[in-house]
Every structure is written in structure tokens, then in C-alpha cells.
């Protein structure tokens, strides 16, 4: 069961309502996401390019600038080595995209789910010195590819590396010793010695940082560098960087300029979901079109989702969209599936006494692990690895994911003599190992943490207790303006207590959900939908004759009538 606090930040929220012309509720809200001086609010309210951090203070910048022009100016062959997933796909369109116009002779490689794993191996390095190529260029991964990259270096090859990833480390007496691959350039702003002030930004805001100062280089007019920034901002959501400081920009801009796309792909496949393009929020990038891209990786070829973003035709756009909009119908069922599954191990094999779970699911698809394990972690509101088969027979492989406070990269690196390879965030990470090691794993990662399963209980943070009587319209406007909402600027929640249930009509196809009339505890009545579990709903209802919700508001508009309702969230 969550835990539910009140935000408790204090400030004079009148004060900076009556300065940025907003409601104090607003400036509360500001105020508990740690916006409360002047240039945070400023930039907050009002985003703009102004506020990037520039592109010059990433570590080896100038090298790998100069390298990549060197390479164009003698006509050296170039591969972009990306990844298979959302930030993957956009690195590398943003990568080749840009290095076609400064007229590089570059092509891409993929890495395929099942025969390549993970990142950049041998294999692809391989494949590298057969083709002739000359520089490599990485993007979305490389970080933890020292052995691949110390082969291609062995056979002439020039790299450069660009990714996001925590950078491998061994604890040395206590302290992190850190282990750069041995590129001619690494670029990912989590080096130690990384001056740019973001941390936070995704494979593809870092492949496009490249492109920014190679297109300064050439003369190219910036404006051409910003119309990336719609696949940057795609992939800041589709890999759930924290909306904060420059991304929260970066999503705010490219998602207004998604809403005009030029690219022929991107309009079919919003189409193709029966989206309007005008209206293109973030939710839609996460839930709808991501996955969509991400389907093609783990069903079939990523290289799908690349050709239907380089595509110059609407015919040959509309079957790559519908293939891709198939892929991820097929993925839903797989995952369902999977998640039932995972379900009955941890009830059979009381898992559920783990503080972090690893559940072995042999006969799921591999390109499905990461989804369960999300689902599984926030039902059970702790970390989750997911193990399977691995396709080629080579042992396990899987994807973990996290809660706040248990950084799943560094408690890996705690057994990390247990895996073949591994890799990640502090809230997500993939891995291999040989099955027998599967068990050993499940106890070494629970008997290092240091966290108990109250810790990792999930808490809602509860931004305003606000009775229905002030919910207005100019009010929900103005709460429209703290949009994008994802990771680090969540959807604002508000609370109410001692609310009456004075009818209800259950809604949806099967009637699994819940139209509301709602009374609160000073008399006025708002109209509520819920979408959660009707059965709990009504059994505190019983038990207690009232509720306490937390909720957010919004217009409802039908047939020209504008109404205000409410989305219950949560029920206590």
C-alpha cells in the first residue's frame, strides 16, 4: 500500500503568483518541483534554446569534431553503431541524417536483439573491417565496450564514442576507479571529467549535440540543426530521462515541433494511431508512438523504425507504420502473457519475501523482459529483474528496473563476477549471465542492499489538498503550462478527504470503470471519473461511507459544451 504525504516546501506562493501572473496554487506546484528562483521560473514558464547548455563543454567534443571532419574531408567510410531501442533508433537517424548533409560517406548498423545483444561487440567490429569502414561512431552505447573497441583500434579502425550510460567502474579501497573504453573520443556527459552541466540527457540529445557542432563547422544555419530537436525530445520521453533542467526544455520545444513534423514517417505513424497531430502531448510519445519504434527491435529489426523515419514516399511510409503498429499489437500480448507469468513465480515461489525480486521466466521472448519487469515493479513496489532464455542458447539474459533510491547499476557492480555482461542506470539495467548463476544472483543482489522493502515502498506525493470548489478553468490552463509531464516533473496531485459518493455508473466494455457524481466535505459537487480497481473503490466505500482521493481536474468538452470534472487517481 503507498504511503501518501503532503509536500510540506514553504514559500510565499501569493508573492510569486502575483509576479509570473499565476495562480498560487501554480507557484505551490512550482515550488515542490524545486522551481523557486527567479531564472528556474523563468525558464520553467517560458522555455527556450537559449537555456541549452552548449555543446562545446562535453568532454572530447573537439576530438571527435575534428576526427569526423577529417574522415569526410579524405572520404573515409563511416558507420553509426546504434541500439535497438527508442533513444537508439532517434541517435542513430539524428547521427546519419547529419552526416549525409556535410556530406559524409556514412552508413549505419543496428544491433540485432537476438544475435547481437546488447551495445557494440566484436562481431559488429567485425563486420566493420570487412566493409571497409574507416571510423566508427557510436551512439545510445559504447561506454562498456572496451573489449569490441580495443579490437576495432587493433585493426585501424578510428572510434568515437557518444552515449549516456554510467561509465564502468571497480571499487579500488573504497573508492570508484573509473574505466573509459579506448576510443579516440568518448562523449557522454557522465564522465567524471565532463564539464556540461546536464547529466541527465538521453542517447539522441548527445549524438545531436555532435551534429550542432559539426553543422557550425560547415556553415550550416542552425535552424537546420534544430529541426532534430523533434527525435531528440521523442527520445528524452521514449527512454524516460528525467524532465528536468535541459530536457524539460528540450521535450517542451520538440514536442511543439513534433505537432508540425515535416517528416513523411512520423506523420503516417501518428495517423496510423488514429493521433492528431496537433495535439501530441507526452504521453502519446510514450505510450502510443514509442512503443511502436521500440516494437520493431524487439520483434523484428530495428533497422524498420529507421527506414520509416528516412522514408521519402507516404506509400512506402504506410506499410512501414503498419508493420510497426502489428509489431507492437503482437508485443501487447506477449507481454501480458509474460507479466502473468512472472505473477505466478513470485506467488508460488514466494519471492515476495525478496526485497529485490529476480524472477526466471524461461520460455518468455527476450525483447519483452524489460516491459515485465516494469510492470512487476510497480506491482509489488520494489526492483525487478527479469530473466529468460537467451535466443542463441547462450545463457540468461534480462532487464532490471528500479525504484528511487536503489541505483540498480551501482548494487550490480557489487556481483558483478556473476555476469557475463551488464550495463545501465541507477533505475534500469540489461545483463547476461549463465543460468547457473541465476540463483546465486537472486541472493548476493538481496543480501547487498541495504534498502527494506518499506523504503522501497512507493509514496505519493500529494501537491495541493484542494477542495472541488476552486477547481476553474483559467486554473486548469494555467496547470497546462507545467506540461511536458514524465519522469521529474510529474502530473500534479491533488487530494481531497471526506468525499461522498452520491452516484455512480460504471463505464468502459466490459464496465470496468467508473463515472462519478462526487460531494465534497463542503457541499460541492464535481463529477469524477476513475479508472483504477472498482472493487477496492467500493469496499472502502462500504467500510468507511466516504473516501479520501487524490485527483487531477480537467475540461470535458462534447458537442460544444464545456464541463469540469476530475480523474480519481488514488482511493484510500
Same mark, same amino acid.
Given at each position: 500500500?503507498?504511503?501518501?504525504?503532503?509536500?510540506?516546501?514553504?514559500?510565499?506562493?501569493? @508573492? &510569486?503568483?502575483?509576479?509570473?501572473?499565476?495562480?498560487?496554487? +501554480?507557484?505551490?506546484? !512550482?515550488?515542490? =518541483?524545486? #522551481?523557486? %528562483?527567479d531564472a528556474s521560473i523563468a525558464a520553467y514558464l517560458h522555455p527556450s534554446k537559449k537555456d541549452f547548455g552548449d555543446?562545446?563543454?562535453?568532454?572530447?567534443?573537439?576530438?571527435?569534431?575534428?576526427?569526423?571532419?577529417?574522415?569526410?574531408q579524405q572520404n573515409t567510410k563511416i558507420?553509426?553503431?546504434?541500439?535497438?531501442?527508442?533513444?537508439?533508433?532517434?541517435?542513430?537517424?539524428?547521427?546519419?541524417?547529419?552526416?549525409?548533409?556535410?556530406?559524409?560517406?556514412?552508413?549505419? @548498423? &543496428?544491433?540485432?536483439?537476438?544475435?547481437?545483444?546488447?551495445? +557494440?561487440?566484436?562481431? !559488429?567490429?567485425? =563486420?566493420? #573491417?570487412? %566493409?571497409?569502414?574507416?571510423?566508427?561512431?557510436?551512439?545510445?552505447?559504447?561506454?562498456?565496450?572496451?573489449?569490441?573497441?580495443a579490437y576495432a583500434k587493433k585493426e585501424g579502425l578510428t572510434?568515437?564514442?557518444?552515449?549516456?550510460?554510467?561509465?564502468?567502474?571497480?571499487?579500488?579501497?573504497?573508492?570508484?576507479?573509473?574505466?573509459?573504453?579506448?576510443?579516440?573520443?568518448?562523449?557522454?556527459?557522465?564522465?567524471?571529467?565532463?564539464?556540461?552541466?546536464?547529466?541527465?540527457l538521453c542517447g539522441a540529445v548527445v549524438a545531436w549535440k555532435v551534429i550542432l557542432q559539426l553543422y557550425?563547422?560547415?556553415?550550416?544555419?542552425?535552424?537546420?540543426?534544430?529541426?532534430?530537436?523533434?527525435?531528440?525530445?521523442?527520445?528524452?520521453?521514449?527512454?524516460?530521462?528525467?524532465?528536468?533542467?535541459?530536457?524539460?526544455?528540450?521535450?517542451?520545444l520538440g514536442l511543439e515541433c513534433l505537432r508540425h513534423t515535416k517528416n513523411i514517417g512520423m506523420q503516417t505513424l501518428i495517423a496510423r494511431c488514429d493521433l492528431s497531430m496537433d495535439r501530441i502531448s507526452a504521453y502519446h510519445v510514450g505510450?502510443?508512438?514509442g512503443p511502436c519504434l521500440n516494437a520493431s527491435g524487439r520483434l523484428d529489426s530495428a533497422t524498420k523504425a529507421l527506414q520509416l523515419l528516412e522514408a521519402k514516399d507516404t506509400k512506402e511510409a504506410v506499410r512501414l507504420a503498419e508493420e510497426l503498429r502489428q509489431l507492437n499489437e503482437e508485443r501487447k500480448v506477449m507481454t501480458e502473457q509474460g507479466i502473468a507469468q512472472?505473477?505466478?513465480?513470485?506467488?508460488?515461489?514466494?519471492?515476495?519475501?525478496?526485497?529485490?525480486?529476480?524472477?526466471?521466466?524461461?520460455?518468455?521472448?527476450?525483447?519483452?523482459?524489460?516491459?515485465?519487469?516494469?510492470?512487476?515493479?510497480?506491482?509489488?513496489?520494489?526492483?525487478?529483474?527479469?530473466?529468460?532464455?537467451?535466443?542463441?542458447?547462450?545463457?540468461?539474459?534480462?532487464?532490471?528496473?528500479?525504484?528511487?533510491?536503489?541505483?540498480?547499476?551501482?548494487?550490480?557492480?557489487?556481483?558483478?563476477?556473476l555476469f557475463s555482461k551488464f550495463g545501465g542506470h541507477p533505475m534500469a539495467a540489461g545483463l547476461s549471465l549463465p543460468k547457473e548463476q541465476i540463483e546465486k544472483f537472486r541472493e548476493e543482489i538481496n543480501a547487498n542492499t541495504q534498502m527494506t522493502?518499506?523504503?522501497?515502498?512507493?509514496?505519493?506525493?500529494?501537491?495541493?489538498?484542494?477542495?472541488?470548489?476552486?477547481?476553474?478553468?483559467?486554473?486548469?490552463?494555467?496547470?497546462?503550462?507545467?506540461?511536458?509531464?514524465?519522469?521529474?516533473?510529474?502530473?500534479?496531485?491533488?487530494?481531497q478527504k471526506n468525499v461522498r459518493i452520491m452516484r455512480k455508473f460504471p463505464i468502459g466494455k466490459q464496465k470496468q470503470f467508473l463515472r462519478m457524481e462526487l460531494q465534497g466535505e463542503d457541499g460541492f459537487c464535481m463529477e469524477g471519473l476513475y479508472f483504477g480497481d472498482v472493487g477496492a473503490l467500493e469496499e472502502i466505500e462500504q467500510e468507511k461511507g466516504c473516501i479520501t482521493i487524490t485527483y487531477y481536474p480537467q475540461v470535458n468538452e462534447y458537442r460544444g459544451r464545456k464541463t469540469l470534472q476530475i480523474v480519481v487517481s488514488n482511493v484510500c
Open positions: 500500500m503507498a504511503k501518501w504525504l503532503v509536500y510540506n516546501k514553504r514559500a510565499d506562493f501569493k @508573492a &510569486i503568483g502575483e509576479k509570473y501572473h499565476i495562480d498560487p496554487v +501554480v507557484a505551490r506546484i !512550482l515550488v515542490n =518541483r524545486d #522551481v523557486g %528562483d555543446a562545446g563543454l562535453l568532454q572530447d567534443m573537439d576530438k571527435a569534431i575534428a576526427l569526423l571532419q577529417k574522415a569526410i558507420r553509426i553503431i546504434g541500439d535497438y531501442d527508442i533513444d537508439g533508433i532517434q541517435s542513430t537517424y539524428i547521427l546519419h541524417q547529419g552526416l549525409l548533409r556535410v556530406g559524409a560517406d556514412a552508413d549505419y @548498423a &543496428i544491433p540485432d536483439r537476438i544475435e547481437d545483444g546488447y551495445g +557494440v561487440n566484436i562481431r !559488429l567490429m567485425e =563486420r566493420c #573491417v570487412m %566493409d571497409g569502414i574507416g571510423l566508427v561512431i557510436t551512439c545510445d552505447n559504447g561506454i562498456a565496450a572496451a573489449e569490441a573497441i572510434v568515437i564514442v557518444t552515449d549516456h550510460h554510467e561509465v564502468p567502474y571497480e571499487l579500488v579501497g573504497g573508492k570508484k576507479e573509473y574505466h573509459l573504453p579506448p576510443a579516440d573520443a568518448v562523449i557522454d556527459p557522465k564522465r567524471e571529467d565532463c564539464a556540461y552541466p546536464c547529466k541527465k557550425q563547422q560547415h556553415g550550416i544555419p542552425e535552424e537546420e540543426a534544430m529541426a532534430f530537436i523533434e527525435n531528440a525530445a521523442f527520445a528524452t520521453i521514449g527512454d524516460v530521462m528525467e524532465l528536468v533542467e535541459e530536457n524539460r526544455t528540450i521535450v517542451a505510450f502510443v508512438l512472472a505473477i505466478r513465480e513470485i506467488e508460488q515461489k514466494e519471492l515476495i519475501q525478496d526485497a529485490v525480486l529476480v524472477v526466471y521466466l524461461p520460455a518468455v521472448h527476450e525483447s519483452v523482459a524489460g516491459i515485465i519487469a516494469g510492470r512487476i515493479r510497480e506491482r509489488y513496489e520494489r526492483p525487478t529483474f527479469v530473466l529468460v532464455d537467451a535466443a542463441d542458447g547462450d545463457g540468461a539474459k534480462g532487464s532490471g528496473r528500479s525504484v528511487e533510491g536503489f541505483s540498480m547499476y551501482d548494487e550490480m557492480c557489487k556481483c558483478k563476477e522493502k518499506e523504503e522501497m515502498q512507493t509514496v505519493i506525493h500529494i501537491d495541493v489538498p484542494m477542495p472541488f470548489s476552486y477547481i476553474r478553468e483559467d486554473l486548469i490552463s494555467q496547470l497546462e503550462i507545467l506540461e511536458p509531464f514524465g519522469n521529474g516533473n510529474p502530473k500534479p496531485i491533488f487530494a
